[in-house]
T-cell receptor, first 117, second 114 residues
Framework: GAVVSQHPSWVICKSGTSVKIECRSLDFQATTMFWYRQFPKQSLMLMATSNEGSKATYEQGVEKDKFLINHASLTLSTLTVTSAHPEDSSFYIC?????????????FGPGTRLTVT | AQKITQTQPGMFVQEKEAVTLDCTYDTSDPSYGLFWYKQPSSGEMIFLIYQGSYDQQNATEGRYSLNFQKARKSANLVISASQLGDSAMYFCAMRHTGGFKTIFGAGTRLFVKA
């Protein structure tokens, strides 16, 4: 089946620094990727929809300048958490739609655990 | 407005028995899809089963079946012959056909007892 990878799988950074998380579709092309955030013991909350070659669409309440999304190719989207603070510590999960596959299917990456100290 | 409700924060089931995880949804759109995902402690989201709003029959995938009752707007997941490896968080989700945004429920943590 389709595989989505994320890198890194976990990262610890100091407050005030920026962190970049990569999401790759390994064996399919994804014009659309999604970034979710999950706090401990909570559900997934969609942060933004990443569109290849255009600006991301952010959900209400998500700071565009803090969570920078770039979807430069059909297989790669990146999420950069700028000037990270401890409250940004969370589990970040991406998913991707295979433009050739069933329209209902999304494939999830394994997630990235961010800890800001 | 779209909404997914999972009212069971936690469920216990004996190994080899069946268990039903509840999910109700709310939408005014006639065309949508319903999903169940499993999230083990490792964090990955594992797709289990899909049901389209126009599908006449309940979806089944191995030990997983989706009890779809459209009039009641419910989409319960039934796991038959539970295994210890089924212990995980389970999320019900919905997405409108042709849409991009997936809405997730709060999740149900399933514990399978030996």
């Amino acid at each position: 089946g389709a595989v989505v990878s994320q890198h890194p799988s976990w990262v610890i950074c100091k407050s005030g620094t920026s962190v970049k998380i990569e999401c790759r579709s390994l064996d399919f092309q994804a014009t659309t990727m999604f970034w979710y955030r999950q706090f401990p013991k909570q559900s997934l909350m969609l942060m933004a929809t990443s569109n290849e070659g255009s600006k991301a669409t952010y959900e209400q309440g998500v700071e565009k300048d803090k969570f920078l999304i770039n979807h430069a190719s059909l297989t790669l989207s990146t999420l950069t958490v700028t000037s990270a603070h401890p409250e940004d510590s969370s589990f970040y999960i991406c998913s991707a739609r295979d433009q050739q596959g069933p329209s209902y299917e999304q494939y999830f990456g394994p997630g990235t655990r961010l800890t800001v100290t | 407005a779209q909404k997914i409700t999972q009212t069971q924060p936690g469920m216990f089931v004996q190994e080899k028995e069946a268990v039903t995880l509840d999910c109700t949804y709310d939408t005014s759109d006639p065309s949508y899809g319903l999903f169940w995902y499993k999230q083990p402690s490792s964090g990955e989201m594992i797709f289990l089963i899909y049901q389209g709003s126009y599908d006449q029959q309940n979806a089944t995938e191995g030990r997983y079946s989706l009890n779809f009752q459209k009039a009641r707007k419910s989409a319960n997941l039934v796991i038959s012959a539970s295994q210890l490896g089924d212990s995980a968080m389970y999320f019900c989700a919905m997405r409108h056909t042709g849409g991009f945004k997936t809405i997730f429920g709060a999740g149900t943590r399933l514990f399978v007892k030996a």
